[in-house]
């Protein structure tokens, strides 16, 4: 018998794995025209039911209202070299007409307080089922590497504390923020060398048929 879990979970699954071709698909074309791709690599995720019932908790939010209040079930995360591509990612991402946009949350120029940065997109997306058109929220997370290394550091870590850092910890994480953001503006400032070298490093690839 199919769980009640399943079936709710269902559409939530089938957005990701769509969303996650059509994502990776963006990237696919900016290498297709050999121009620097803004987007480095798309990963995504349905949430666990764990992590469902915790946060629902945390927050309040009852279990028949999870789908209206719950916006990141369905999860993406798009990784950019550096953070002026995430403005491009954004725009790009304005433009599309497969989903429409709910909200949006900027924590890089707004970084949260434990040191979190990355921009957040919250769209509306349209499910074909057998049942008819189901329409669904989805998150995005649009970041650099170096915020996506730190905020994968400090998200075990928060598991393993439950949240509660101690106050050395909490310290180091904030540090090592300042240091991602650092090396975010120092990447920024030899980026057209970082890139002069990617291109000439593909074109040797491609010339060698690989
Ligand atoms: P998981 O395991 O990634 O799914 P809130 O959770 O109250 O801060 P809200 O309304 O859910 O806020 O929206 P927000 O902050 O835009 O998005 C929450 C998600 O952003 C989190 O999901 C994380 O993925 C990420 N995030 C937000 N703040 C932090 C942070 O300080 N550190 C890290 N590592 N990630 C963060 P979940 O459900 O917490 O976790």
New binding site residues.
Partial sequence: MVKHWDLFLAPYKQAVEELKVKLKGMRAQFEMLGVHSPIEFVTGRV?PVA?ILD?AQK?NIPLDKLEEQM??IA?LRMMCQFVDDIKTVVELLRKRNDFEIVEE?DYITQK?E?G?R?Y?MVIRYPVQTICGEKKILA?I?IRTLAMNFW?TI??SL?YKYSGRFPEDIKVRLQRAAEAAYRLDEEMSKIRFEIQEAQAAFSRKQDAKGE
Avoid: F
């Fill in positions: 949430k992590s946060k927050k916006q990141d999860g949350r949260k434990s979190y990355s957040h998150e997370q905020a400090e998200h928060n």
